[in-house]
């Protein structure tokens, strides 16, 4: 994979997809709360709109490191397949050359 093509799975990572939308509604909707609590001097209605927005972004990270997870774990399931087929030298070889690049 090219460098432009792996930077636009990491950023695809972030923005929302179809199913993040009952998250990033709550969200909305306790930010709006906010701001019109903010407008109208209710200490109350700001409280709520904070607790409510806190909850829809929290819930929506919670998803967003989910997927991160299973990437993970696909990509990690991958590695060690392709790693099983090599022989012990060069499976050697290559975990040398891995750790070199993750330590320098």
Same mark, same amino acid.
């Given at each position: ?11 695809s990572a972030i923005l929302p997809h179809e199913?993040?939308?009952?998250? %990033?509604? +709550?969200? /909305?909707? !306790?930010?709006? &709360?906010?701001?019109? *609590? @903010?407008?109208?001097?209710?200490? $109350? %209605?700001? +409280?709520? /709109?904070? !607790?409510?927005? &806190?909850?829809?972004? *929290? @819930?929506?990270?919670?998803?967003? $490191? ?8 696909? &990509? ?9 087929? $090599? ?18």
């Amino acid at each position: 994979m090219d460098g432009q093509n792996q930077a636009g799975k990491r950023g695809s990572a972030i923005l929302p997809h179809e199913g993040d939308a009952p998250t %990033l509604a +709550l969200a /909305g909707f !306790g930010t709006l &709360a906010f701001v019109f *609590g @903010l407008i109208r001097g209710s200490w $109350l %209605l700001r +409280l709520l /709109g904070l !607790g409510i927005a &806190a909850a829809g972004w *929290g @819930l929506y990270a919670r998803g967003k $490191l989910a997927e991160r997870g299973a990437r993970i774990d696909e &990509a990690a399931s991958t590695i060690r397949s392709e790693l099983e087929d $090599l022989d012990p030298v060069a499976r050697a070889q290559v975990l040398t050359d891995i750790a070199k690049d993750q330590l320098g």
